[in-house]
């Protein structure tokens, strides 16, 4: 299986855009909830009209070439770059005009392309200052002692994401999957509701994306995720629901088969079947 970044899109100018779900009624089940959201950047809209729902304890893909408008799409909805348009519902809060810390408190979370790890610090350090940074108690100046409930859920974190056995090491000295592993353990931190996954398998050997299937798989039921990846094969395989992304708009909604075997989807990503 070909990898979206490097599919080639020659027929692009024939997609039929799929129809937006904007007027779709707000399910008591919905964890996020996307209406005809909009960035523009002056005359560019990066992301155009993008409607979708996620259910609580859904595994969710978003998919695209690069430029598709998948990152934007993130940054719409973490509000690092609110929406010029459109609306974000939350558990069926509307939190568009929200700032991303009001965001995080509601239990949103994400990762980055980009690492944003303290590399001169032990990974358990770096675990444990995302637990007590969204604690209520994280402007506190008093140490946590050994039996501190923050304390008990960074070493819970650390047994979730596989990383017992490197609790002291400096993140400096950490394999670059080891390190995406601890990136996803950052983002577990104060049980969030929804994680936003932005391209966790970059730059992965075969053994270390192995590793991260199991790590998203054995995310607890309840837990929600949207994964932006390049690698379809990491993608169709840890989630239920998926969504295609082209020049900023939906293409196409559907499940991991769906997905795969579409001919559209082949003609414009695959250049036909495989």
Known sequence: MASVSNLPARRAGTARIAPPVANKPLMSGDALVLESVTRAFGALR??????????????????????????????????????????????????????????????????????????????????FLAVRGVGNNRFSFWRAGAQHSSQQATDDILHRVRLDHLRDELVGNLAHGQQRQLEIGMALAGAPRLILFDEPAAGLSPAERRELVALLRGLPPHMSFVLIEHDLDIALRVVGRVTVMHNGRVLKHGTPEEIENDPQVQSIYMGGKH
């Open 46 to 127: 990066a992301v155009d009209e993008v409607s979708l729902s996620v259910a609580a304890g859904q595994k969710y893909a978003v998919l695209g070439s690069n430029g598709a408008g998948k990152t934007t799409l993130f940054n719409a909805i973490t509000g690092d770059f609110p929406p010029t348009a459109g609306r974000i519902l939350f558990f069926g809060e509307d939190i568009t005009a929200l700032p991303p810390y009001e965001r995080i408190r509601k239990g949103l979370r994400r990762t980055y392309q980009s690492s944003l790890l303290f590399k001169e610090l032990s990974v358990r350090d770096n675990l």
